[in-house]
Each structure stands twice: as structure tokens, then as C-alpha cells.
């Protein structure tokens, strides 16, 4: 179900980025010496000791500045603390307690959330410096030394931030509840949709672009299983994100599509496919997630015999970068055809989990090279020893080979249109990773 939130927050170049890429374990966010490099909010799984939970880097926040950008910032910082559950306020050794960092414990305080004290550029080993003691002016409880850098303290911070969270109360009741993300563009109709299968107003529904503004979970049980609902707000192009409150919006979207098992990708019957929809329906394949995309307000389009055949070959075309995903004409408004909705949303859910034991994968296999011989590159030819799947969600499938070179793309596509043949896969990506011998 949902991880809780930890939002890494401070005033401007204290190293919250440089931290914040430390506890993800990669370089994510840009770290530079000027202060204001960190503008939105940016996100990513942390792990610690088993424990899971989302981390938020933050722009610098500066309560008094005038200055547009700044302020702009200000208020993202203040909508990752109110989504937050732990706030880790960052602050610097070096400059000791400024003005700005009351202001900005005063600030965490009003908000109620538990807070971890971070003093950053603790780089020596040993004792922390007379200075760090400073730190308890703040009245925010011990500090924790940390070099971001090098990595010290790191470790006592994680432990101070894991137990402030609450991790029983994230365990849902929901949890053996089949996650389906609801997304799309903006107005084509999700709310009303969870509103449908609900059988009640959940969510609030306007004609008005933006009305959703956070994910909100309806957990609906039934005769085709436990489904937890996940209503997101529509996920605009990045251009036309100009509310701080709308950033926050699209940042749980993309939070709520981590967290399910499948997506429903909404699409306007009216409007058709538009780029912004292959951008959303991209980020849900790159994830591995089951995918389902509903064609909804199938009621108000203009039909004839063949209007659905043809509306669905154009379908087939524009996502052709997802050629495995099943198409569903349904209205939210109406209920047409929500029941081949949940239908679809189980066997998609059931081939994204799905396992091949090695034996039937090494079968297709063989049949496949001896259909079409694998590549070879100056006399030299491509050899699958074997192929394997060490894990679901997606099906991913590790290929033996004697050169990776040889193992060419279009024959990748070939070898997992094989798998696919054989063992289905409807509405799920697959995963080939190739390996050579020894590696």
C-alpha cells in the first residue's frame, strides 16, 4: 500500500540534495554550490533495514525573500511538509544556526509532523565540534552529525527518521487488495469512473480540469475480488504545470502508479489518443506495471457496425510501443461495460505476477532458434545457452549467451514475441535481460 513520506527540507545550500542522493544510494538530484539548483520537489524510494518509505528533496526554502522563483519555492517545501509524515530538517556546521533555520524549525512546528535534526558537513570522525551543540537552540530534540558527503551518520539519521514513522498503520487492511492506479490527461473522466464502481460520490466530479488534486484510495470489494482504487489527478504536460498546488498533484500521480499492481490508462472516446496520453501510458510500462487502457465516453461517440474495430486498430497503432495492452470501450457515466473492466483488470493483474518454470521457457527456446537462427557478426554466431525468469512484476527473463554484442534488439523482440505466444503475458511488459557466461 501506500509508503509513508519523508521530505528532506532546509534553507537553501545546507546539502540537502547532496543527502538526498546519499539515502537513495544514486545521483538523482543536481547537486551544485548556488543555492536555488533545487527547484521542484523530486522523489524516490529509500530502503532501510526492510523498511521502505518515499523521500522528497526540496527547493531552499527562504521565508522572506521577494524574489518569484523563491517563493515558488517556498510553497512547494510547504506542500511536500503538510504530504510528509517525517520531515528532516537540514542545516550546516559550518555557518551554524542562522535566522532563516529558526524560521524554518518554527515553520516545521507549526505543521504538527515529527521532525529529525540534520547538521550537515560534519565531516571529521570522531566527536562532533563545540559548535554542533548550538543546534539544540532549535528546540527540535537531539541533532544527529552527518556528513552527506562522506557519508557519516547517515545510518543514525535513517534510524531516528524510521522510528518517528508509524509503519503498522501503513500495513492497510487493504493490503491483499488488488492496487489499480486510475490515469490520464486531465477531464476524461476518472473520478466519475471510481464514483461508478463505488456506487456513491467518493470523489469530487467537475467539468473543471485539476479538480482531483491528491490520490485518493476507495477500496471496493466484489464477485471478481478486493480492488483498492487509487483516483489520480490528470497528469498534465510539464509546461502547462504552473500551480504549486498542481506540481504536488502530478508528483502523488506518479507516487500512486509506484504503488499498485495495475494502471487504467483513460482515454477521451471524444478526444482520442493525444502525446500526452503515450507519455502517461510510458511512464506506467517503464514501471513494469499491468496495463489496461479503458476508452471511456464510449457512450457519446457516433457508431456504426464497424466503429468500435476501427476505433481499436487506430488504438493498436498509436500504441504500438505497448503492443501487449487490452483495450476496453467503457462509460463511466453510464456503466457500460464495467464488468469486462474488472474482468480484464484480474487477468491482467494475474499475467503481470505470472511464473515460467525453466523448462517450458528452454522448450520455447529451442523452438524459436531452430526457427529463426540468432545473429552473427564476422563469422561469429549469437548462442542462448539458457534462459531463466528470476522474478514477476513484470515477468523478467535473464538470457545466457556467449556475447552480448551478437544479442541484437530485433531479435530480443523476436524472443519475447515467442514467450508471449506461448504463455500470454495480455496487459503486462516483459523484461529480457541478457548475461554473458561467467558474468
Same mark, same amino acid.
Given at each position: 500500500?501506500?509508503?509513508?513520506?519523508?521530505?528532506?527540507?532546509?534553507?537553501?545550500?545546507?546539502?540537502?540534495?547532496?543527502?538526498?542522493?546519499?539515502?537513495?544510494?544514486?545521483?538523482?538530484?543536481?547537486?551544485?554550490?548556488?543555492?536555488?539548483?533545487?527547484?521542484?520537489?523530486?522523489?524516490?524510494?529509500?530502503?532501510?533495514?526492510?523498511?521502505?518509505?518515499?523521500?522528497?528533496?526540496?527547493?531552499?526554502?527562504?521565508?522572506?525573500?521577494?524574489?518569484?522563483?523563491?517563493?515558488?519555492?517556498?510553497?512547494?517545501?510547504?506542500?511536500?511538509?503538510?504530504?510528509?509524515?517525517?520531515?528532516?530538517?537540514?542545516?550546516?556546521?559550518?555557518?551554524?544556526?542562522?535566522?532563516?533555520?529558526?524560521?524554518?524549525?518554527?515553520?516545521?512546528?507549526?505543521?504538527?509532523?515529527?521532525?529529525?535534526?540534520?547538521?550537515?558537513?560534519?565531516?571529521?570522525?570522531?566527536?562532533?565540534?563545540?559548535?554542533? &551543540?548550538?543546534?539544540?537552540?532549535?528546540?527540535?530534540?537531539?541533532?544527529?552529525?552527518?556528513?552527506?558527503?562522506?557519508?557519516?551518520?547517515?545510518?543514525?539519521?535513517?534510524?531516528?527518521?524510521?522510528?518517528?514513522?508509524?509503519?503498522?498503520?501503513?500495513?492497510?487492511?487493504?493490503?491483499?487488495?488488488?492496487?489499480?492506479?486510475?490515469?490520464?490527461?486531465?477531464?476524461?473522466?476518472?473520478?466519475?469512473?471510481?464514483?461508478?464502481?463505488?456506487?456513491?460520490?467518493?470523489?469530487?466530479?467537475?467539468?473543471?480540469?485539476?479538480?482531483?488534486?491528491?490520490?485518493?484510495?476507495?477500496?471496493?470489494?466484489?464477485?471478481?475480488?478486493?480492488?483498492?482504487?487509487?483516483?489520480?489527478?490528470?497528469?498534465?504536460?510539464?509546461?502547462?504545470?504552473?500551480?504549486?498546488?498542481?506540481?504536488?498533484?502530478?508528483?502523488?500521480?506518479?507516487?500512486?502508479?509506484?504503488?499498485?499492481?495495475?494502471?487504467?490508462?483513460?482515454?477521451?472516446?471524444?478526444?482520442?489518443?493525444?502525446?500526452?496520453?503515450?507519455?502517461?501510458?510510458? &511512464?506506467?510500462?517503464?514501471?513494469?506495471?499491468?496495463?489496461?487502457?479503458?476508452?471511456?465516453?464510449?457512450?457519446?461517440?457516433?457508431?456504426?457496425?464497424?466503429?468500435?474495430?476501427?476505433?481499436?486498430?487506430?488504438?493498436?497503432?498509436?500504441?504500438?510501443?505497448?503492443?501487449?495492452?487490452?483495450?476496453?470501450?467503457?462509460?463511466?457515466?453510464?456503466?457500460?461495460?464495467?464488468?469486462?473492466?474488472?474482468?480484464?483488470?484480474?487477468?491482467?493483474?494475474?499475467?503481470?505476477?505470472?511464473?515460467?518454470?525453466?523448462?517450458?521457457?528452454?522448450?520455447?527456446?529451442?523452438?524459436?532458434?531452430?526457427?529463426?537462427?540468432?545473429?552473427?557478426?564476422?563469422?561469429?554466431?549469437?548462442?542462448?545457452?539458457?534462459?531463466?525468469?528470476?522474478?514477476?512484476?513484470?515477468?523478467?527473463?535473464?538470457?545466457?549467451?556467449?556475447?552480448?554484442?551478437?544479442?541484437?534488439?530485433? &531479435?530480443?523482440?523476436?524472443?519475447?514475441?515467442?514467450?508471449?505466444?506461448?504463455?500470454?503475458?495480455?496487459?503486462?511488459?516483459?523484461?529480457?535481460?541478457?548475461?554473458?557466461?561467467?558474468?
Amino acid at each position: 500500500m501506500a509508503k509513508p513520506v519523508v521530505a528532506v527540507v532546509g534553507r537553501p545550500n545546507v546539502g540537502k540534495s547532496t543527502l538526498f542522493n546519499k539515502l537513495i544510494g544514486r545521483r538523482m538530484a543536481i547537486v551544485e554550490d548556488t543555492p536555488g539548483v533545487t527547484r521542484d520537489r523530486i522523489y524516490a524510494p529509500c530502503e532501510w533495514l526492510g523498511r521502505e518509505f518515499m523521500l522528497v528533496d526540496t527547493g531552499g526554502i527562504e521565508p522572506y525573500s521577494e524574489d518569484v522563483i523563491l517563493a515558488q519555492m517556498r510553497r512547494q517545501a510547504q506542500l511536500a511538509i503538510d504530504s510528509a509524515d517525517v520531515a528532516i530538517l537540514v542545516t550546516d556546521l559550518m555557518t551554524g544556526v542562522t535566522a532563516t533555520d529558526q524560521e524554518v524549525a518554527s515553520m516545521l512546528l507549526k505543521s504538527g509532523k515529527p521532525i529529525v535534526l540534520c547538521v550537515n558537513k560534519c565531516d571529521r570522525i570522531g566527536d562532533p565540534p563545540p559548535e554542533f &551543540y548550538e543546534f539544540y537552540n532549535l528546540g527540535l530534540g537531539d541533532p544527529i552529525a552527518v556528513s552527506s558527503v562522506h557519508g557519516h551518520g547517515t545510518g543514525d539519521l535513517l534510524d531516528a527518521v524510521c522510528g518517528k514513522i508509524d509503519f503498522e498503520k501503513e500495513a492497510d487492511a487493504g493490503e491483499d487488495a488488488v492496487g489499480v492506479a486510475v490515469i490520464g490527461k486531465p477531464n476524461v473522466g476518472k473520478s466519475s469512473l471510481i464514483n461508478r464502481i463505488a456506487g456513491e460520490e467518493r470523489v469530487i466530479v467537475s467539468d473543471i480540469a485539476g479538480t482531483t488534486r491528491d490520490a485518493t484510495d476507495t477500496l471496493i470489494e466484489n464477485e471478481f475480488g478486493r480492488f483498492n482504487f487509487i483516483d489520480t489527478a490528470g497528469i498534465r504536460k510539464k509546461a502547462k504545470v504552473t500551480e504549486a498546488i498542481e506540481h504536488y498533484s502530478v508528483l502523488r500521480a506518479y507516487m500512486a502508479v509506484d504503488r499498485a499492481e495495475v494502471c487504467v490508462i483513460m482515454v477521451d472516446a471524444l478526444e482520442g489518443f493525444t502525446e500526452q496520453d503515450s507519455k502517461i501510458a510510458g &511512464y506506467a510500462h517503464e514501471q513494469g506495471k499491468g496495463c489496461v487502457v479503458a476508452v471511456n465516453k464510449w457512450d457519446a461517440v457516433e457508431k456504426d457496425g464497424k466503429t468500435m474495430q476501427e476505433y481499436q486498430k487506430k488504438l493498436e497503432t498509436d500504441f504500438s510501443f505497448m503492443s501487449y495492452v487490452p483495450f476496453v470501450f467503457i462509460s463511466a457515466k453510464t456503466g457500460q461495460r464495467l464488468d469486462k473492466l474488472f474482468k480484464t483488470i484480474v487477468e491482467v493483474d494475474a499475467e503481470n505476477k505470472k511464473r515460467v518454470t525453466t523448462g517450458a521457457l528452454n522448450d520455447v527456446l529451442a523452438y524459436a532458434t531452430a526457427r529463426v537462427q540468432p545473429p552473427s557478426d564476422k563469422g561469429k554466431r549469437l548462442k542462448i545457452y539458457y534462459i531463466t525468469q528470476p522474478s514477476t512484476r513484470p515477468p523478467t527473463f535473464v538470457a545466457f549467451v556467449n556475447k552480448k554484442d551478437l544479442f541484437h534488439f530485433s &531479435y530480443q523482440r523476436y524472443l519475447e514475441n515467442q514467450i508471449r505466444e506461448t504463455f500470454g503475458l495480455k496487459g503486462t511488459p516483459v523484461r529480457i535481460i541478457v548475461r554473458e557466461r561467467g558474468e
